[in-house]
């Protein structure tokens, strides 16, 4: 297991191979300080190293998934750009500020460990954001979704944006739930496509996405990674570039010995197969 301790985060691992990652500022509801983003981001890059981590669930602690972006954090950027008077210098603040966090979100679509997303009660801003870019999304039935950076005078950066017109196939929701700061319920999202099941209550959920978590981790990691990296490869590119990206990397990926004993696996029926860690 990773030996990584964290301020804003609880790392467990309810199951062999399936890690649980918990964001946990539960008295702050889960407010995204700088801390957080940047914890978030080792933690997903410590995850996609970790050869005995296959599969990894995110939620969060508390009363509320999240409230997004921390108003403190905010807050604090107004006074350092305030030192400032040229508008370059001012630039080159924020930009970093940005592209931080975007790296942050991003970590979970980099992470080559599917992402299970579950969702209680508020997901808003930088969390609806975060969780654009895990692989799959799972949400409790008092769950909403909340795109609110237009009603703190922002548009929203960190990759909602890009990638939730992807994940819902729909760009008029996406703009109007942009434009709009309006709660998506769970109903919505499960209607839409951005959640794949809506759970009753929150302990359900998260026994029933570990089980799926540990489904995954059951498979051969060479099979699930390789699926996993090349559907992000594909989904920003051309069919046939796609399709020429996976011939490349199946021509070594099905030389692996999980390739062969996966086969032999189904073909005799064989349960419980067990394969090398990746
Ligand atoms: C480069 C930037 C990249 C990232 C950009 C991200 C942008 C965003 O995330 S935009 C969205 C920002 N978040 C919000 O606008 C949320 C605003 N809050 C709410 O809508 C409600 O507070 C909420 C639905 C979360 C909870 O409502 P409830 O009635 O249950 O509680 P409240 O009394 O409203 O709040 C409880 C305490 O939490 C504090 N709080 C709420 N939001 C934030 C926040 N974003 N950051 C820090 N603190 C927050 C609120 O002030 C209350 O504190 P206290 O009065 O001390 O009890």
Redesign the pocket.
Known sequence: MSQVSYETLSVTVPKEFVYHVELSRPD??N??NNTM?MEIKKCFETLNTDENCRAIVLSAAG??F?????????MQVGPQLAQMSDIARKAKI?YQ??T???NSVSSLELCRKPVLAAVH??C??????LITAADMRYCTKDAFF????V??G?A???GALQRLPKVVGSDSLVRELAYTARKMPASEALSSGLVSKVFDDKDGMIEGVVGIAAEIASKSPVAVQGTKFNLVYSRDHTVQEGLDHIAMWNQTMMQSEDFTTATVAQATKQKNVVFEKL
Do not use: P, R
């Not at 999240?66 to 905010?74: A, E, K, N, R, S």
């Not at 808003?124 to 954001?129: A, E, P, V, Y």
């Open positions: 702050k509801i407010a995204m983003w009363k509320i999240t409230c997004g972006l921390d108003f403190q954090q905010v924020l500020f940005v931080n966090y975007q009660s508020a808003i801003g930088g969390g609806f954001n909340q795109l609110k950076e009603d703190i922002m929203a950066d960190v």
